[in-house]
Structure formats: C-alpha cells, structure tokens
C-alpha cells in the first residue's frame, strides 16, 4: 500500500522560512516523479513544483525563485524549501507521486497534506 506522509507545516511570519518534507513507503522512490500541489480555502489546488527521476525540477512561476524541491532516495524522502514566505503561500500543501510521466497534473498517489500559515 503506497503512503505519502507529509510533514513540516505550521505558522509563519511573511519573509520566514519552511521545510516540508513528505515520506514515501510501499513503492519504488526512485521511480517515480514526485511533486507539491498546493490549496487555498475556496480555491482549485494548484501545481507548486516537480522533481523527476533524474533530479530535474520545474516550478510555477508564483514560487520561482523562492521554493527548492529536493528529494532523498536513500531516505525515500521528499522535500520542499519554501523561502521568502508571502500571505498568499497561505495553503495546505500535498506531495504527490506518479510514474512514468512528470506532469503538473495527473498524479497517482497522493498525500493527507500539511498546513502552512504565513501571516503578514
């Protein structure tokens, strides 16, 4: 049974600084494309950023810049660096898992997410 477990939400001032990360079990890492969704109250989820096999990462122009997406095979960890924290990064924040593509789309596993607050 594949888990993603997100971790590292909470509150913060507008410029601050968090680190999520999201462990993975019950299927092959390494494999897959990993990516960070993001949902504000009353608002679609949006595609943060992704990180693909290989390492190679893209992001939305709205966290360009100021998100680092990351991952740890060995640990079977993902992570997601969010710098310069703004009012509107205010969002529960998923991780996600899909093979073989890296969309900002279309993912097959995904996690319970965690809660990120940035107050101004």
């Known amino acids: 049974q594949v888990q993603l477990e997100e971790s590292g939400g909470g509150s913060v001032e507008s410029g601050g600084s968090l680190r999520l990360s999201c462990a993975a079990s019950?299927?092959?890492?390494?494999?897959?494309?990993m990516g960070w969704f993001r949902q504000a109250p009353g608002k679609e989820r949006e595609w943060v950023a992704s990180i693909g096999t290989g390492g190679g990462s893209v992001y939305a122009e709205s966290v360009k810049g100021r998100f680092t997406i990351s991952r740890d095979n060995a640990k079977n960890t993902l992570y997601l660096q969010m710098d310069s924290l703004k009012p509107e990064d205010t969002a529960m924040y998923y991780c996600?898992?899909?093979?073989?593509?890296?969309?900002?789309?279309?993912?097959?596993?995904w996690g319970q997410g965690t809660q990120v607050f940035v107050s101004s």
């Open positions: 996600a898992a899909n093979r073989p593509l890296c969309s900002r789309k279309d993912y097959d596993h």
């Open positions: 019950g299927l092959p890492f390494s494999r897959y494309c």
